[in-house]
Nanobody, 122 residues
Framework: QVQLVESGGGLVQAGGSLRLSCAAS????????MGWFRQAPGKEREFVAA???????EYSDSVKGRFTISRDNAKNTVYLQMNSLKSEDTAVYYC????????????????WGQGTQVTVSS
């Protein structure tokens, strides 16, 4: 069983930055694909970014060039650095863990965190 706990959300002005963290329990964190999804009010949950090894990453077109996903296997933690934030980035951000790669779909993930709110004011 893997438990995921997100942190780092908050309120930021447009153009600003935030870094989300996701701490994972479990001995085999390093073998997992880790992803970030988000869900805005009234919208479906959507893929944001994913990372397998340190060199294998995927991003949605809407965040490519602005967001960076990374992981520290020694700390069992995955990060999402979000720069140049826009009002449309406002959403609850979820961390997820899965065992396949690439993994851009919700059904490809087995474990989910509780989410952290990110609000970007314009």
């Amino acid at each position: 069983q893997v438990q995921l706990v997100e942190s780092g959300g908050g309120l930021v002005q447009a153009g600003g930055s935030l870094r989300l963290s996701c701490a994972a329990s479990g001995r085999i964190f390093s073998t997992y694909t880790m992803g970030w999804f988000r869900q805005a009010p009234g919208k479906e949950r959507e893929f944001v970014a994913a990372i397998w090894s340190g060199k294998n990453t995927e991003y949605s077109d809407s965040v490519k060039g602005r967001f960076t996903i990374s992981r520290d296997n020694a700390k069992n933690t995955v990060y999402l650095q979000m720069n140049s934030l826009k009002s449309e980035d406002t959403a609850v951000y979820y961390c997820a863990g899965g065992s396949t790669w690439p993994a851009l779909q919700i059904f490809e993930y087995d474990y989910w965190g509780q989410g952290t709110q990110v609000t970007v004011s314009s």
